[in-house]
């Protein structure tokens, strides 16, 4: 869902600003606002039973041609999480497709961060004109103004609602698109958003004041109880999903994907998911999936602790995750979350003993002494605030901070460092001024054990062949192969080499391009940063 991975540099940023908004807004939640949501109870009633969802998701599936595709391993059952979820019906083996899904609805996301674009082919790199007809929206050619989705859809609503622009194109109507897809849904497109969950407190009138904001007639207020209740849904269940332009350059759309949104949420999931050129959605296994074992995809990010993750979930999502890595408190081994223990010449760490609750106390594994969480938070909160200050630094001085000052304040276990170890595997050998060739072989070392690193993480928290790995080994292998070229002009060049890949546990290169191939096959998103190896 949100996890949403994208891997050029600018992109990458972009995340990061996200990731230190969510991260920096978090620790002011008020604390009711947990408690209340933290006592959400499994609510089996407010959702349509297994059986009959089942059916309307084979029809929908049936309506776009894909019901052939993956062998119907799945089946819709009650989930311990809340309300349904998937189920394997038989064995899954890992690198399987379970199903691939078409999207109910598509729609360009709210901000204007993210906006402009034409309606039809959601490219934005193109010089964009008001549709002819006078729906107020852009298009980018006569093809996208005469598309039959664009005509008989939005375009036949808004014109009946008299758009205020006139001969130009309204912004408000590009971001309150979603509103007015709503009501172009059919009978049966209407029956399946029935099947789907809504948080009724994620239902944002956003769209639908931006839609009454730029038209003459308003909606009638039953189009706007369904556009309320598609609000619902998208922000309870909608993936990010993207178009591709270029190389370089991707759009980020919104979209929802009834099977998709049967998929509850584990943060150590065994699927991952990517999209093909239209926006089509593939859900993989990483890992086999025994017959009656639930299928679950995660939201967010992986390399998260406890903490951030549960916060994240509850202010995005609207639920407290209990899943078997938030239950844990060494986090399945990797002990992302842990911090050093202040108590004087101490050298233990501080884990929670019961990170399910907000509350609790952590506990150091070496002198034993209890802190409180509020303690906890503000320590969170003073390295978050140090963090904040090194992490717009550039890459290098990024690493001398995270080699000197930080690696005395956290353990290297802990998601901070695990999270700067991927901010300099993602600039070292990829931006400006940090291309391969202005790299030295120490600083190489440094990107390929960092990879290492990350990897160690990966396996020790059991999250298979997902996409975050698939990134990562791309990275080694590039570097791999940069150290590798310089080893050529040696005489000993052979030697150095089996030397170098012996160190790595590699036994070729190439077997790591192979994996990194198998993760993101059919991945477009993937295929931009993969330099043609696809
Ligand atoms: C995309 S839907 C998943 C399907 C949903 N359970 C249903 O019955 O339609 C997302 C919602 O499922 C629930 N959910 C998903 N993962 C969960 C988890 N790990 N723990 C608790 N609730 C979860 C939450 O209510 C969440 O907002």
């Not at 972009?14 to 499994?42: D, G």
């Amino acid at each position: 869902m949100q996890c949403c991975c994208m891997y050029s540099a600018q992109v990458y940023a972009q995340m990061r600003r996200l990731y230190l908004q969510v991260r920096s807004a978090t620790p002011n939640c008020s604390p009711i606002f947990f408690a209340i949501s933290f006592s959400l109870k499994i609510n089996i009633m407010s959702v349509m039973e297994p059986e009959k969802t089942e059916i309307i998701l084979k029809n929908h599936l049936k309506r776009h041609e894909l019901l052939s595709v993956g062998s119907q391993a799945w089946t819709v059952g009650y989930s311990t999480f809340d309300g349904r979820g998937l189920f394997a019906k038989r064995d899954i083996e890992a690198g399987e497709l379970i199903f691939v899904d078409y999207a109910l609805l598509l729609s360009p996301r709210n901000s204007e961060k993210h906006l402009p674009l034409c309606v039809s082919c959601y490219k934005d790199k193109c010089p964009l004109f008001s549709c002819d007809r006078g729906c107020g929206l852009p298009v980018c050619s006569q093809t996208c103004e005469d598309s039959k989705i664009h005509v008989e859809g939005e375009c036949e609503y808004l014109r009946k609602l008299k758009p205020t622009c006139g001969s130009n194109w309204s912004m408000g109507l590009l971001r309150g698109l979603l509103a007015v897809r709503a009501i172009t849904l059919d009978d049966e497109q209407r029956d399946v958003l029935a099947a789907l969950q809504c948080h009724q407190n994620l239902k944002s009138d956003r769209e639908v004041t931006l839609l009454r904001n730029n038209v003459k007639n308003a909606p009638e207020p039953k189009e706007i109880d369904l556009m309320m209740l598609v609000s619902g849904i998208f922000n309870t269940n909608s993936f990010e999903t993207f178009v591709v332009q270029d190389k370089d350059h991707h759009t980020s759309l919104r979209g929802l994907y009834p099977m998709g949104a049967l998929i509850n949420h584990a943060c150590v999931p065994n699927t991952r998911h990517h999209y093909d050129s239209q926006q089509r959605l593939y859900v993989i296994a990483v890992r086999p999936i025994s017959a009656g074992e639930e299928i679950t995809m995660t939201y967010i990010d992986l390399l998260w602790d406890t903490i951030l993750r549960r916060q994240v979930l509850s202010i995005t999502k609207n639920f407290s995750c209990r899943c078997k890595r938030c239950s844990d408190p060494t986090e399945c081994g990797s002990l992302l979350g842990a911090l050093y223990c202040a108590a004087e010449n101490c050298s233990g760490i501080l884990l929670p003993r019961d990170p399910l609750n907000n509350e609790s106390v952590w506990t150091c594994n070496k002198c034993q002494i209890d802190i409180k969480s509020r303690q906890i938070n503000s320590i969170r909160s003073g390295l978050s605030s140090i963090l904040h200050k090194y992490i717009s630094k550039p890459p290098r001085k990024l690493l001398n901070c995270l080699q000197t000052e930080l690696s005395i304040l956290i353990p290297p276990s802990n998601y901070l460092i695990a999270d700067i170890k991927y901010t300099i595997i993602s600039y070292f050998g990829k931006i400006e001024d940090l291309q391969w060739a202005d790299l030295s072989d120490d600083e190489l070392a440094i990107k390929a054990s960092f990879c290492e690193d990350l990897l160690s993480i990966l396996n020790t928290l059991g999250s298979g062949q997902c996409r975050r790995r698939g990134l990562i080994l791309y990275e080694l292998y590039c570097t791999i192969k940069e150290q590798l070229r310089r080893l050529q002009g040696k005489s000993n060049f052979k030697e150095e080499s089996l030397i170098l890949l012996k160190k790595m546990n590699i036994k070729d290169n190439e077997s790591l391009l192979n994996e990194v191939i198998n993760i993101f096959q059919n991945d477009t998103v993937a295929s931009t940063f993969l330099n043609g190896n696809l």
